[in-house]
Every structure is written in structure tokens, then in C-alpha cells.
């Protein structure tokens, strides 16, 4: 059985903001690992499975040249990018007809770029596992998180029936995708013991999909096939512009997975690994060390303890000047439970007697807000100047 890999890396991530931006998205920074981008880990983590050579990259056509810059080793006719945004039906469909053109029989693994996922070894073990579910019903899976709290962060999915598996993995159907709920009924989620995590992760062969893509979005179908008949050839570019002109937005969760799964077409695989889609701020303090007053730092940090400064360095120490880890210098006094964040090396950042904000330093922008409020800056982005 031969595996290939499509890895979705066209988001824009304002959740990250300052960090992260239109120019330098969420999948590009190392918010996982120091000197490793979230891209570039999830294709490290694939590639034993299936060699770099059968690693797809979809992204925008804007962020070619990040995608090769980050991973040298691709090839570059691995990069597809999308003309322009139409969500991820599209970018799920162009991928998997020209992968089915490349790679003919070959079960496809479709994956997130900017999720945080350990251990490897057993995510590997999971697709290996889950490929052969698919190849051999020939029906669509997903990958399911099982619940470790209530959110209202995530997406459900309802278990159906339990399947027949092997020791060490548990298959089932999938009877419902459920939006994001709310907090309440989320917890009735966790409680109940039947949902997962949606981690937008699909494994399916070739063939499947593209049924699935016949029957449910037609004419997404229809003008994907004819961008992949062209793919390889000079007409390319302009064919596969036409054909995303043509499409309406929607994902593949409401477009395909949803309906497929109503009809009983949708399994999923239990994921057992660690798994984080580093949603927001909030996810990324979860990574940080805590201070003596429960302050997260990421930075030099220096909390004014017992009449000295306690040091702290996250993510680490740098060794060099061209280092690529870069931080700044954070001091905290009389200061509880905040998030502080400083990129900017030789910019000092110091909080007084204020408790719960997270202040975010880089060095195009500062934002301070509450902690509370951290995972909702989207709306606050969206209305600001764009870069001049």
C-alpha cells in the first residue's frame, strides 16, 4: 500500500497576531519548537511514512516561496497553490484529483499544517492503520481526538457503531459532524462519552473522494477535474484560475464530510496521541513555563521575588547572535498570572501591580488585552489599517 500526503497550508492564523500575519502566517512560525515551524515539523513527522517525495504542500499562491524557503528538500512540483481563497473544498479537491494524477492508487492522508502532535511514531502508526481501513471499504475516514475537557474551541464528531479492530486501535462510524457548541452543551459532549474532537484530519482513497465530490459539491467536480486534466501541461495556470472563479466557498466538512456522513459513508480511528490544534494564545502559554507568580513568559524573563530577580529563559537561551531564536527581555513585579510575550532582542518589556493580561511585543506591533479575551482578537484584526 503506497501513501501520499496532502498538507493544507493556506491559512492566514490572525489568531497569532502580532506574531503571525497575512505575510507570515501561523504555519511558518515555530510555535511548537524553537528552530521548527509547525509546516515543517508536520512534513518531518509524514515523511517516514511515505518519503518526501509523495509530501504535497497546498497553499496560496502567495506563500510558494515560504513553503519552499522552509522545506528545501521538497520538490518543488510538490507545492500546489491556489490561486485564490475559496476554503478548504477546493483546496481538499484540486489536491486530491492532481495527487490521484500523480500518485495513481495511491490512499491519500489529508493533514493540517499548524497542529502540535506527539508522539510520531504513533501518528504514523494511526494513518498506516487508518489507510488500510479505508483502502480496503472504500469509504471516507477521519482521524477522532477523544475529549480531554469540554470547549466550545473544536468541532464534534457522534460515534456510531463500533467496529471490529485490531488490539491497540478503535474504529467506529461517524453518525454526525456537529458545529462548534457551546460551552454547555459541550460539557454534555465530554460527559456522554460519544463525541470526539473534529481534528480535520481525512484519509480516503483517490476514487472514494472523488465520488463523494460528484455527488456532493457537483460542480466543484467538475471544475477541479478539469484544473487536474491540465495539471503538467502550459494551460495550468490559467485552467485551474477559471475553474476556482467558479466555485463558492465552503469547506470540506460541511461540503463533503457531513453529508457523506449522514449517508452512512464516514468512519473514523480513535487518535490516541497528543494532539493541540494551537489555537490562539492561550494554547501557546499552555507550552510556557510558570514564574513564581504564575506569570507565562516568553522572553528573558526576570520576576522580582524575595528582593531579587528570578531568571527565566523560554524557549531557550540563545547561543548566537544569529541565532534563530529571538527574544526579548520581560520584567515583572507585582504581577500575577499574566502572558507576556517580547521577539524583539535588545526591547524590554515590564509590567506593574497588573494581574491576568497578556501582552504581546513583536517588533511591527504590540497587543494588550486581558487573558481572557486572547482568543478573541479576530474580530480586532480584521478592522485594523492593513501594512502599508
Same mark, same amino acid.
Given at each position: 500500500?503506497?501513501?501520499?500526503v496532502?498538507?493544507?497550508?493556506?491559512?492566514?492564523?490572525t489568531?497569532?497576531w502580532?506574531w503571525s500575519?497575512?505575510?507570515?502566517?501561523?504555519?511558518?512560525?515555530?510555535?511548537?519548537?524553537p528552530?521548527?515551524?509547525?509546516?515543517?515539523?508536520t512534513v518531518?513527522?509524514?515523511?517516514p511514512?511515505?518519503?518526501?517525495?509523495?509530501?504535497?504542500?497546498?497553499?496560496?499562491?502567495?506563500?510558494?516561496?515560504?513553503?519552499?524557503?522552509q522545506?528545501?528538500?521538497l520538490?518543488?512540483?510538490?507545492?500546489?497553490a491556489e490561486p485564490?481563497l475559496?476554503?478548504?473544498?477546493?483546496?481538499?479537491?484540486?489536491?486530491?484529483f492532481?495527487?490521484?494524477?500523480?500518485?495513481?492508487g495511491?490512499?491519500?492522508?489529508?493533514l493540517?499544517?499548524?497542529?502540535e502532535? #506527539?508522539p510520531? $511514531?504513533r *501518528?504514523?502508526?494511526? +494513518?498506516?492503520?487508518? =489507510?488500510?481501513c479505508?483502502e %480496503?471499504?472504500?469509504?471516507l &475516514?477521519?482521524?477522532?481526538?477523544k475529549?480531554s475537557?469540554?470547549t466550545?474551541?473544536?468541532?464534534?464528531?457522534?460515534?456510531?457503531l463500533?467496529?471490529d479492530?485490531?488490539?491497540?486501535f478503535?474504529?467506529?462510524?461517524?453518525?454526525?459532524?456537529?458545529?462548534?457548541?457551546?460551552r454547555?452543551?459541550?460539557r454534555?459532549?465530554?460527559?456522554?462519552?460519544?463525541?470526539?474532537w473534529n481534528a480535520?484530519?481525512?484519509i480516503?482513497?483517490?476514487? #472514494?473522494?472523488? $465520488?463523494? *465530490?460528484?455527488?456532493? +459539491?457537483?460542480?466543484h =467536480?467538475k471544475s477541479?477535474? %478539469?484544473?487536474?486534466?491540465? &495539471?503538467g501541461?502550459?494551460?495550468?495556470?490559467?485552467t485551474?484560475?477559471l475553474?476556482?472563479?467558479?466555485?463558492?466557498?465552503?469547506?470540506?466538512?460541511?461540503g463533503?464530510?457531513?453529508?457523506?456522513?449522514?449517508a452512512?459513508?464516514?468512519?473514523?480511528?480513535?487518535?490516541?496521541?497528543?494532539?493541540?490544534?494551537?489555537?490562539g494564545?492561550e494554547?501557546?502559554a499552555?507550552?510556557?513555563?510558570t514564574?513564581a507568580?504564575?506569570?507565562?513568559?516568553?522572553?528573558?524573563?526576570?520576576?522580582?521575588?524575595?528582593?531579587?530577580?528570578e531568571?527565566?529563559?523560554?524557549?531557550r537561551?540563545?547561543?548566537?547572535?544569529?541565532d534563530p531564536?529571538?527574544?526579548?527581555?520581560?520584567?515583572?513585579?507585582?504581577?500575577?498570572g499574566n502572558l507576556?510575550?517580547?521577539n524583539?532582542?535588545?526591547?524590554r518589556?515590564a509590567?506593574?501591580?497588573?494581574?491576568d493580561l497578556?501582552?504581546?511585543?513583536?517588533?511591527d506591533?504590540?497587543?494588550?488585552?486581558?487573558?481572557?479575551?486572547?482568543?478573541?482578537i479576530?474580530?480586532l484584526?480584521?478592522?485594523?489599517?492593513k501594512?502599508?
Amino acid at each position: 500500500m503506497e501513501i501520499c500526503v496532502l498538507i493544507m497550508a493556506g491559512g492566514h492564523g490572525t489568531r497569532f497576531w502580532p506574531w503571525s500575519s497575512e505575510s507570515l502566517p501561523k504555519q511558518f512560525l515555530p510555535l511548537a519548537h524553537p528552530d521548527k515551524s509547525l509546516l515543517r515539523q508536520t512534513v518531518e513527522r509524514v515523511a517516514p511514512l511515505c518519503g518526501i517525495e509523495r509530501v504535497m504542500v497546498l497553499t496560496n499562491g502567495e506563500y510558494v516561496d515560504l513553503v519552499k524557503a522552509q522545506i528545501p528538500d521538497l520538490p518543488a512540483d510538490n507545492v500546489l497553490a491556489e490561486p485564490m481563497l475559496k476554503d478548504t473544498a477546493a483546496a481538499v479537491g484540486l489536491g486530491s484529483f492532481v495527487a490521484s494524477k500523480r500518485w495513481p492508487g495511491a490512499m491519500q492522508a489529508v493533514l493540517p499544517a499548524d497542529h502540535e502532535i #506527539a508522539p510520531d $511514531e504513533r *501518528f504514523r502508526d494511526i +494513518l498506516r492503520y487508518t =489507510a488500510q481501513c479505508a483502502e %480496503e471499504d472504500g469509504l471516507l &475516514y477521519t482521524i477522532g481526538i477523544k475529549p480531554s475537557r469540554p470547549t466550545s474551541a473544536y468541532g464534534y464528531l457522534r460515534r456510531g457503531l463500533a467496529l471490529d479492530a485490531p488490539r491497540g486501535f478503535k474504529r467506529s462510524d461517524v453518525e454526525a459532524f456537529v458545529e462548534k457548541p457551546d460551552r454547555a452543551r459541550a460539557r454534555s459532549y465530554v460527559e456522554s462519552g460519544e463525541y470526539y474532537w473534529n481534528a480535520g484530519m481525512f484519509i480516503w482513497r483517490g476514487d #472514494a473522494v472523488r $465520488e463523494a *465530490f460528484e455527488r456532493q +459539491l457537483p460542480g466543484h =467536480a467538475k471544475s477541479l477535474g %478539469e484544473a487536474a486534466s491540465a &495539471y503538467g501541461t502550459a494551460d495550468f495556470d490559467e485552467t485551474l484560475r477559471l475553474a476556482f472563479s467558479r466555485l463558492e466557498k465552503i469547506s470540506v466538512d460541511y461540503g463533503i464530510m457531513q453529508a457523506e456522513g449522514e449517508a452512512g459513508r464516514v468512519r473514523c480511528v480513535e487518535g490516541d496521541f497528543r494532539w493541540s490544534d494551537l489555537g490562539g494564545w492561550e494554547a501557546f502559554a499552555e507550552k510556557l513555563e510558570t514564574d513564581a507568580h504564575n506569570n507565562k513568559v516568553y522572553g528573558h524573563s526576570r520576576d522580582w521575588e524575595d528582593e531579587t530577580w528570578e531568571e527565566l529563559w523560554q524557549p531557550r537561551r540563545p547561543v548566537s547572535d544569529d541565532d534563530p531564536v529571538h527574544i526579548g527581555e520581560v520584567f515583572t513585579m507585582d504581577a500575577n498570572g499574566n502572558l507576556v510575550f517580547n521577539n524583539q532582542p535588545g526591547h524590554r518589556v515590564a509590567i506593574l501591580g497588573v494581574d491576568d493580561l497578556a501582552v504581546i511585543h513583536t517588533p511591527d506591533a504590540t497587543l494588550i488585552t486581558t487573558r481572557s479575551k486572547a482568543e478573541a482578537i479576530k474580530p480586532l484584526v480584521s478592522k485594523l489599517p492593513k501594512d502599508e
